[in-house]
């Protein structure tokens, strides 16, 4: 059985039946944590959008980290923050929003940005793009011994993301990801199922 986790990031459109969906997916199998990512849209209109969903996870004990936003964040008392590599700094992250919150950082396919982030108190590191994805543009291409790499000298939990289905995921899970990082693959088609089908393959 392995320890590796679901991690679900929003697609950009969560209005509609989008909270609906959310449940769904959350009721299909196990989801560590749940990232609300939306562009393009202020704050007061991606908080009246979060809400719903940030019930969803919190009523199954769900993480809500918002994707880029401190103040967001904070506004939402959400459980953490995601930060890119252009999105503040880390300390400032956590002096706003606490000592409890869960703050993760994007580290491409660098070792020494991933090590920055883990000196500098991030709680877990996201390494890919690992396969094409259609969710953003890919600048950076991560391979697998990199997982291994961070598992076999950092006790910091390393996330997986990019283009990552349940028929490619497997390898990364090998490789040491303690969480894979999903949007399209969930949310491009039928997101009970595409759960379902990450749950065989994490519990395999």
Not at 74 to 86: E, P, S, T
Not at 144 to 158: G, R
Not at 193 to 199: H, I, L, S, T
Request: glycine share 8%; net charge negative; with cysteine.
């Amino acid at each position: 059985m392995s320890d590796c986790q679901l991690y679900l990031i929003s697609p950009l459109d969560v209005s509609g039946a989008f909270p609906d969906r959310l449940a769904s997916a959350l009721d299909a199998g196990p989801v560590a944590a749940f990232q609300f990512r939306v562009k393009g849209i202020d704050e007061h209109e991606a908080a009246r959008l979060a809400d719903p969903l940030q019930r969803i996870c919190a009523d199954r004990e769900v993480a809500f980290i918002v994707n880029d936003s401190v103040s967001l964040a904070k506004r939402l008392g959400a459980d953490g923050v995601h930060l890119g590599q252009n999105d503040g700094d880390l300390a400032d992250a956590r002096a706003r929003l606490g000592r409890d919150a869960q703050i993760g950082v994007t580290c491409h396919n660098s070792r020494h940005f991933a090590m920055e982030a883990g000196d500098a108190g991030a709680d877990y590191v996201a390494f890919g793009a690992f396969y094409p994805t259609i969710t953003k543009q890919t600048e950076h291409v991560a391979a697998p011994d990199l997982l291994t790499w961070w598992q076999s000298i950092f006790e910091l939990p390393c996330v997986a993301i990019g283009g990552i289905t349940p028929d490619n995921a497997a390898p990364l899970v090998a490789a040491g990801a303690d969480f894979l990082a999903v949007s399209n693959a969930v949310w491009g088609g039928n997101e009970a199922a595409a759960v379902q089908a990450f749950a065989a393959v994490l519990q395999a």
